[in-house]
């Protein structure tokens, strides 16, 4: 038995980076814990999570005494600690295609405001439509569809040669868009990838956190 690790997700099941973490995970059938953090009430900014979270954020993981937020941090952090063999790979083994895929991961998080804004999880997960978007939204909309047009062909089921955890990331993003314009083989691609059983288990978790 290795040491155990403890992912805080929200509690609603909702974040797509708790969300990132928790397939990374599974992908790698590593055992772990998962407790459930109230956004709501503030107990992200409370003890003893605030001890554990240095940014006071979801998620965040905690391995053998060691706490570690952002997500795309603590999936680079699981590929050096668990490594292939015996684990799968999170991140392409290429160096560029590896940058690449971190690259994607860095600009789904700080780029396409207004769309994230327009488009919340809840569009995601809860299949809630939205208003047409606004100027904004449509040109980061826009934006998304070139790039991941750029990145993703027909009848193409992930980014690379193998599975990595960039694409679980661009999908739940192409997800936003579910009720909007979606080239088909974009919507092919994140419907493709909504079925890998590691996101299943979320969405499980995420439906269980609404009853």
Same mark, same amino acid.
């Not at 099941?13 to 459930?36: D, G, H, I, N």
């Not at 980061?140 to 955890?165: E, P």
């Given at each position: &038995? ?8 929200? #509690? ?21 814990? +998962? ?10 900014? &409370? ?9 006071? $954020? ?7 005494? @060691? %706490?570690?937020?952002? =997500? =795309? +941090?603590? !999936? ?5 600690? @668990? ?11 290429? !160096? ?13 998080? #700080? ?7 327009? $488009? ?13 978007? =606004? ?21 193409? !089921?992930?980014? @690379? ?11 739940? &993003?192409?997800?936003?868009?579910? @009720? ?15 079925? $890998? ?8 978790? %995420?439906?269980?956190? $609404? %009853?």
């Amino acid at each position: &038995m290795g040491a155990p690790i403890t992912l805080y997700v929200d #509690s609603q099941f909702l974040s797509p980076y708790a969300m990132s973490v928790y397939v990374a995970l599974t992908e790698k059938q590593l055992p772990f814990e +998962v407790r459930p953090i109230d956004l709501e009430a503030g107990e992200q900014r &409370m003890q003893p999570y605030q001890c554990r979270a240095l940014t006071a $954020r979801v998620p965040a993981l905690t391995h053998d005494g @060691f %706490n570690l937020t952002e =997500s =795309s +941090v603590i !999936t680079e952090y699981l590929d050096e600690v @668990f490594p292939a063999p015996g684990h799968a790979l999170l991140y392409p083994q290429g !160096t560029r295609e590896r940058a690449r895929a971190r690259q994607l991961q860095a600009w789904l998080r #700080s780029d396409l405001g207004a769309l994230r804004q327009e $488009r919340p999880t809840e569009t995601v997960f809860y299949g809630a439509a939205g208003q047409p978007l =606004s100027d904004a939204a449509h040109a980061a909309s826009a934006k998304l569809i070139q790039v991941a047009s750029y990145l993703i062909g027909v009848d193409q !089921t992930n980014l @690379f040669d193998d599975w990595c955890i960039a694409d679980t990331d661009l999908a739940v &993003m192409l997800k936003r868009l579910a @009720f909007d314009d979606l080239p088909d083989p974009l919507r092919a691609y994140a419907d493709a990838q909504w079925q $890998r059983p590691a996101v299943q288990k979320w969405l499980a978790h %995420n439906a269980a956190a $609404r %009853n």
